[in-house]
């Protein structure tokens, strides 16, 4: 492969035209979310996907219920009101024609068994399971730019982790979500990138 332009290029998209996306697509975006690298090839992840409109907006319902009971439930209020203000930022893939939640199971490992004390604590900070579940939704993001499909990695409705979960009813044992993302065919309009860090201040070689 000698073009990577798909990957800088790929950009955090939220809006997105009415139009939907090609099965065939979406499963081969899919599996490449499914052939990511994973420790111990544990392949610890399950991706729930939604093409109904309805149940994508009834989780972004659930997400505002549950954004409104925190802020009125606060003591805090300049901390409420800045987090209510951002509802939009949590709630944008309910206008995506697909969205996908991905679940992940605990990792285990005989190592842990054999650590303890400040070892133990540094193994679990780097949490190889966690880092299986970001490299399977990087091929996703990934996968569906170079398709061009506009996606976003969404960790911000985890406050009502709880609650979506109880809707979707996954029956899966051990299971958890940890994130989601929504894809579709970005709408027109500029789509801004933060600006990257150089190799210079991000890498060291030595």
């Given amino acids: 492969m000698s073009n990577l332009d798909y990957i800088f290029k790929r950009k955090s998209i939220r809006k997105f035209k009415d139009q939907g996306v090609y ?3 979406l499963e081969r975006i899919l599996e490449c ?19 109904s409109k309805d149940k994508i907006k ?6 505002k219920d549950k954004q409104e009971k925190i802020v009125n439930e606060s003591q805090k209020d300049a901390l409420a009101k800045s987090f209510q203000s951002k509802i939009r930022y949590y709630t944008f893939f309910e206008n995506a024609p697909v969205l996908v939640l991905v679940y992940a199971s605990s990792y285990s490992s005989q190592i842990i068994e054999l650590l303890s004390a400040d070892d ?9 399971g966690i880092q299986n579940i970001g490299a399977a939704i990087q091929n996703i993001l990934l996968a ?3 398709l061009g499909y506009g996606t976003c990695w969404m960790t911000g409705p985890n406050f009502a982790i709880k609650e979506i979960e109880e809707y979707v ?9 940890v994130a989601m993302t929504p894809i579709g065919v970005p709408a027109e309009g ?8 150089s190799i210079n201040e991000k890498v060291t070689f030595i």
């Fill in 23 to 25: 099965h065939k697509d």
């Fill in 33 to 51: 979310g499914l052939n990511a690298p994973s420790a111990k090839n544990m392949q610890n992840w399950h991706f729930v996907v939604i093409e």
């Fill in 190 to 197: 500029r789509h801004p990138s933060p600006q990257k860090e």
């Fill in 120 to 128: 133990l604590k540094r193994f679990k900070k780097a949490d190889p």
């Fill in 169 to 177: 009813a996954l029956s899966k044992d051990d299971f958890s979500l």
């Fill in 144 to 146: 569906a730019s170079s």
């Fill in 58 to 63: 009834e989780i972004s319902t659930i997400v």
